[in-house]
Structure formats: structure tokens, C-alpha cells
């Protein structure tokens, strides 16, 4: 068993979640206050015995640690022909935009979503097409007649699609992503797959590869994929792109090159290939963990009016705040002013989520048990 209630000081390291802001207890920025997994360590020891830290290439294992996960977790078997390097999901996201589109071009997003896929389109001189996700009961469902509608114009040539989706949780279905893959070559757009979220998964559910669901969303697809998210080492900046189809892929190589993201840093492997080759016992326990985080956190905060989104997926709490404010801000603000406690407003997944609030519950118990009480606490002193 390994020990997630183990708390580690990490002021001082030039960590952004907790030096970049003065917070008593920062619950933002979604990576983990947990050690990483022996593998991963040991990865990063190993390669300190060689005190020479030159330039790097990718090797073969790199890769092939990747598909025998994939096939081992995910059912799938990508053709190690069909995978690139690179340094991470967002230069990935970001290069492929440039590659992939013009200036003035639409990129569709389903909203809210990751506050990045925005900068990635509107840093490069693209419009955001966001199809809103319908909210009914507590619930997020895709607007497929709006998504096809969105689809439909001449202007819109890429999707970025968050599977499962980063804030609200959700693992999209078969039949979901099928539809996206019909819909996308019908209109010529071509889909990027954002999984970097998928092995953060509770026991009994699954997440399915976007490329795994038909030919059509094999052959006009992108996956973006990176081991660091799951294995709480984001930091090392390093993930895989699997572009099954030559003319994309070449596309999509080309960008990297260019934007010089193909190449990894010296740390960039050697903990990665350790992790996925032996760190299916510590993603197991760590995604039981957090699930029981859940249940604390959501139990500890019952009959306050706030809503807990469900989801089975992600180690972030998408809550609706509508019965306080309809701007988050205002509870985001007034949490961290009276008590310390500092989470994201929803507004930075888009305006779809302007009266939410995300959690990140990566964290050990005490931390769990001390946030409970402090937004109790913010809750009393917070106009109804
Ligand atoms: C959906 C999503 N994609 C990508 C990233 C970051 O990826 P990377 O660190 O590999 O650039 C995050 C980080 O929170 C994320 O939530």
C-alpha cells in the first residue's frame, strides 16, 4: 500500500500551484500533492548516475512503454509507427493549430472547457467556436445538433476534443464519440483528441481511445496522450502524439519540428518508461484515494446548496454555485479572503462556466478535512 496521507512541504521548489500565490491551502492547478510512484524516482536516480545531462533522443522503450500500457489498460494497440514525442499535450495542441489552420479559422471546443485549448487557438490568431454542453439535472450531455450546426461552417476545420473532459468529468461514450467521427468527416473536420485525463478513471468505469471507436475517427484524428498527468509528474514535460493516418501524421510531425517541441529533456524519459511499465499498482490506489477524497469532501459538504457534479473521472470537483452567486468569482474571492483557501472559478473554462467553481482533490486526508471546514466556514459569512 502506498501512503497518499504523507504530507511533503514543497514551498520554495518554484512549484506555480503553491509559490506562485500566497495560500494557506492552494487547491488549484491540476497536479497532485502525493510522492511519486518508486518507478518514476527511480527513473530520474538512474539517470543522475551519469553526472553528464547532454542533449537527449527518444528511445524505442519511450514508445513502447506507451503501447503496451494503452494495450494493457486501454484495449488498444498502436502501431509504434504511429506515435511522436513531444515535450507536452498543450505544445502539441497549440503546434497542431498552427499546422492544421489558417488565421481566422474556427476551432471547435465543447464548453466549458480546459482554459488552454483557448489560449492555444487565440494566441495564434484563430476564433473559439464553443458549442456549449447542455447542463439539465446536474448533468452535461454534448448538443449534437448544435456541434453538427458548428461543424457545418466552411470555417471551422478542428476540433479539440477533452476525452475524458477536464472540468466536468465526464467519460464520453462509444456512441458519443462515434457521433463526432461521423459528423467530423462529413464536414471535413479533423478532431484532436485531448486524453490526457484518461487513466484517472474510478475502478469500474473506462475510458475509450477516441482513435479505438471507428475507422472514421482512426483515419481524421490526433490523440494527444502524456503518462505525467496520471503519474503526478507533469513537470518532467514530456507526452506522446498518435496520429494513425501518414498525411496527418506528417502534418502533425513537421509542427513539432518546426516549433521545436519533438525533443525531450534529459529527465523526459527514463521515469515515464518506469511508470507505465510497472505503475499500475500505485495508479490503482491513487485513483481509490481520490475517489474516497470524493466521497469525503461531497459528504463533509452536504445540505450546504452546493452541487457536486458526478463524475467517474479526473481528480478535479466540478461544483455549481448557483445557490450562492451566479458569478463564481465572488465565492472564489470571498473563500480566499476569509480563509485561505484558494480553488479556480469556473469562468476560465469559458463563460459556460461562470457560476461554477473547480476543485482540485489530489491531496492527502488532512488537507481534504482542513478544506471542508474552511469553505464551511466561507459558506456562513457568504451573503445567500
Ligand atoms: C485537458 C488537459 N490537457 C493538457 C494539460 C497539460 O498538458 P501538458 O502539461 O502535457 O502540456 C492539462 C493540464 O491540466 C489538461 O487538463
Known amino acids: 500500500m502506498y501512503d497518499f496521507d504523507k504530507k511533503i512541504p514543497r514551498k520554495n521548489t518554484n512549484s506555480l500551484k503553491c509559490d506562485s500565490i500566497n495560500s494557506k491551502l492552494p487547491m488549484l492547478v491540476a497536479e497532485r500533492e502525493f510522492r511519486v510512484g518508486e518507478g518514476s524516482n527511480k527513473g530520474i536516480l538512474d539517470r543522475m548516475k551519469c553526472p553528464i545531462y547532454g542533449y537527449s533522443i527518444t528511445p524505442d522503450e519511450y514508445f513502447l512503454a506507451y503501447i503496451s500500457w494503452w494495450k494493457r489498460r486501454h484495449h488498444i494497440e498502436f502501431d509504434k509507427d504511429w506515435m511522436l514525442f513531444s515535450t507536452?499535450?498543450?505544445?502539441?495542441?497549440?503546434?497542431?493549430?498552427?499546422?492544421?489552420?489558417?488565421?481566422?479559422?474556427?476551432?471547435?471546443?465543447?464548453?466549458?472547457?480546459?482554459?488552454?485549448?483557448?489560449?492555444?487557438?487565440?494566441?495564434?490568431?484563430?476564433?473559439?467556436?464553443?458549442?456549449?454542453l447542455i447542463y439539465e439535472n446536474h448533468e452535461y450531455r454534448i448538443d449534437f445538433s448544435d456541434l453538427e450546426n458548428k461543424m457545418k461552417d466552411p470555417q471551422a476545420t478542428l476540433m479539440i476534443l477533452c476525452n475524458p473532459h477536464n472540468p466536468v468529468g465526464r467519460i464520453w461514450t462509444k456512441e458519443e464519440l462515434e457521433?463526432?467521427?461521423?459528423?467530423?468527416?462529413?464536414?471535413?473536420?479533423?478532431?484532436?483528441?485531448?486524453?490526457?485525463?484518461?487513466?484517472?478513471?474510478?475502478?469500474?468505469?473506462?475510458?475509450?481511445?477516441?482513435?479505438?471507436?471507428?475507422?472514421?475517427?482512426?483515419?481524421?484524428?490526433?490523440?494527444?496522450?502524456?503518462?505525467?498527468?496520471?503519474?503526478?509528474?507533469?513537470?518532467?514535460?514530456?507526452?506522446?502524439?498518435?496520429?494513425?493516418?501518414?498525411?496527418?501524421?506528417?502534418?502533425?510531425?513537421r509542427g513539432l519540428n518546426t516549433d521545436e517541441c519533438?525533443?525531450?529533456?534529459?529527465?523526459?524519459?527514463?521515469?515515464?518508461?518506469?511508470?507505465?511499465?510497472?505503475?499500475?499498482?500505485?495508479?490503482?490506489?491513487?485513483?481509490?484515494?481520490?475517489?474516497?477524497?470524493?466521497?469525503?469532501?461531497?459528504?463533509?459538504?452536504?445540505?450546504t446548496g452546493l452541487?457536486?457534479?458526478?463524475?467517474?473521472?479526473?481528480?478535479?470537483?466540478?461544483?455549481?454555485?448557483?445557490?450562492?452567486?451566479?458569478?463564481?468569482?465572488?465565492?472564489?474571492?470571498?473563500?480566499?479572503?476569509?480563509?485561505?483557501?484558494?480553488?479556480?472559478?469556473?469562468?476560465?473554462?469559458?463563460?459556460?462556466?461562470?457560476?461554477?467553481?473547480?476543485?482540485?482533490?489530489?491531496?492527502?486526508?488532512?488537507?481534504i478535512k482542513e478544506a471542508i471546514s474552511l469553505m464551511k466556514e466561507a459558506i456562513n459569512s457568504f451573503k445567500k
Open 307 to 367: 452541487i457536486f457534479i458526478e463524475a467517474h473521472a479526473l481528480y478535479v470537483l466540478w461544483v455549481d454555485v448557483s445557490n450562492y452567486t451566479l458569478d463564481a468569482k465572488e465565492f472564489v474571492d470571498h473563500l480566499y479572503k476569509t480563509t485561505g483557501l484558494y480553488i479556480t472559478e469556473g469562468i476560465e473554462y469559458g463563460e459556460a462556466g461562470k457560476s461554477f467553481v473547480r476543485i482540485n482533490l489530489a491531496t492527502n486526508k488532512d488537507n
Open 88 to 132: 507536452g499535450v498543450v505544445p502539441t495542441i497549440s503546434s497542431t493549430v498552427r499546422k492544421l489552420t489558417t488565421p481566422a479559422e474556427k476551432v471547435i471546443l465543447l464548453t466549458p472547457c480546459f482554459n488552454m485549448f483557448y489560449n492555444s487557438i487565440l494566441n495564434n490568431g484563430r476564433v473559439v467556436l464553443s458549442s456549449d
Open 179 to 253: 457521433r463526432i467521427g461521423q459528423l467530423s468527416v462529413k464536414y471535413n473536420v479533423v478532431v484532436l483528441s485531448d486524453e490526457i485525463h484518461c487513466d484517472i478513471v474510478e475502478e469500474g468505469y473506462e475510458y475509450i481511445p477516441y482513435c479505438s471507436v471507428s475507422d472514421e475517427c482512426k483515419m481524421n484524428s490526433i490523440t494527444a496522450i502524456s503518462a505525467t498527468k496520471c503519474f503526478g509528474i507533469p513537470g518532467l514535460q514530456s507526452s506522446a502524439v498518435v496520429v494513425p493516418n501518414p498525411f496527418l501524421r506528417h502534418k502533425v510531425w
Open 262 to 303: 519533438a525533443e525531450g529533456n534529459v529527465f523526459a524519459y527514463t521515469p515515464i518508461i518506469n511508470a507505465l511499465n510497472d505503475g499500475e499498482t500505485w495508479v490503482n490506489e491513487m485513483n481509490a484515494y481520490v475517489k474516497e477524497n470524493k466521497r469525503l469532501f461531497t459528504e463533509g459538504l452536504k445540505d
